[in-house]
């Protein structure tokens, strides 16, 4: 799998595409602050609680709805195109024109990743407007490990595409992947309540890293090397992988 430089004119095309997929609309953008608003409406989850440090159930699941975007977009959305255009064709057509097909994986990934990224924002102004949730006390900690966060997301969906042959198998993988990604991020029990032990291991995953790293941003704390490192490292080695497996036909 190769770069190249970004084509305005394709990453016009796969915008417009995206905004015609009203599943892909709802799910990545809407669905994580839908999640969000319907936690923060329990008059519980707007309580302190002592297992969680003492923040509230709602302060603690705001990092955890910006990951649900990038799971989203990148192990559901991305894997779905990309092999959607390989099976039919596309990308075996776009080697006979100028416009390369790596022009299109970039031009996915940009949209993919700007999508997410636009979720997140949303998810965290709905959290301070309607719950009073603060704004990330260490914004230039909490924007690093969004960013690597967001790497994570692509480089595993790209691994998950150059592993599908089809869009069935494409969706079989990556609902594999989808649910462990979703517990690793928190969605069912936070990783502040998890087990000291599970904890540990759930933080070697790119997912759960990403939990504890915006979580200590958003307390105002610079998120810990560990974590960082460890998103870094799976955005390495699954984008290695990722090119060492894809196909363009």
């Known amino acids: 799998m190769t770069t190249a430089p970004i084509d305005t004119a394709v990453l016009r095309t796969e915008f417009r595409l995206f905004r015609r997929e009203p599943g892909a609309v709802f799910w990545i953008v809407l669905f994580p602050t839908l999640l969000l608003v319907i936690l923060g409406s329990i008059p519980s989850f707007r309580d302190a609680d002592t297992a969680l440090g003492g923040l509230r159930p709602v302060?603690?699941?705001?990092p955890i709805a910006v990951l649900i975007a990038l799971i989203m977009s990148g192990?559901?959305?991305?894997?779905?195109?990309?092999?959607?255009?390989?099976?039919?064709?596309?990308l075996r057509r776009m080697r006979l024109t100028p416009v390369r097909p790596s022009a299109l994986l970039t031009a996915q990934m940009i949209v993919q990743g700007t999508v997410a990224l636009a979720s997140a924002l949303l998810a965290l102004a709905v959290a301070r407007l309607a719950f009073d949730v603060r704004l990330?006390?260490?914004?230039?900690?909490?924007?690093?490990?969004?960013?690597?966060?967001?790497?994570?997301?692509?480089?595993?969906?790209?691994?998950?595409?150059?592993?599908?042959?089809?869009?069935?198998?494409?969706?079989?993988?990556?609902?594999?992947?989808?649910?462990?990604?979703?517990?690793?991020?928190?969605?069912?029990?936070?990783?502040?309540?998890?087990p000291h032990a599970l904890a540990r291991v759930v933080q070697?995953?790119?997912?759960?890293?990403?939990?504890?790293?915006?979580?200590?941003?958003?307390?105002?704390?610079?998120?810990?090397?560990?974590?960082?490192?460890?998103?870094?490292?799976?955005?390495?080695?699954?984008?290695?992988?990722?090119?060492?497996w894809f196909r363009w036909e």
């Not at 070697?204 to 915006?214: E, I, R, V, W």
């Not at 799976?234 to 060492?244: H, M, S």
Request: glycine share 12%; charged share 10%.
């Open 59 to 62: 302060d603690a699941y705001t």
């Open 75 to 90: 192990v559901q959305a991305l894997p779905q195109v990309l092999t959607g255009h390989r099976e039919r064709g596309i």
């Open 136 to 194: 990330p006390a260490q914004p230039v900690g909490y924007l690093l490990a969004l960013l690597l966060a967001a790497a994570s997301a692509l480089a595993l969906g790209s691994v998950v595409s150059a592993l599908s042959r089809t869009t069935k198998i494409a969706g079989a993988i990556g609902s594999a992947v989808f649910f462990p990604m979703m517990f690793c991020a928190g969605v069912w029990l936070p990783v502040q309540e998890m």
């Open 204 to 244: 070697l995953t790119p997912f759960g890293a990403a939990a504890s790293a915006l979580g200590e941003a958003a307390a105002g704390d610079w998120p810990g090397w560990t974590h960082l490192g460890v998103l870094a490292g799976w955005t390495v080695l699954l984008t290695a992988g990722a090119a060492r």
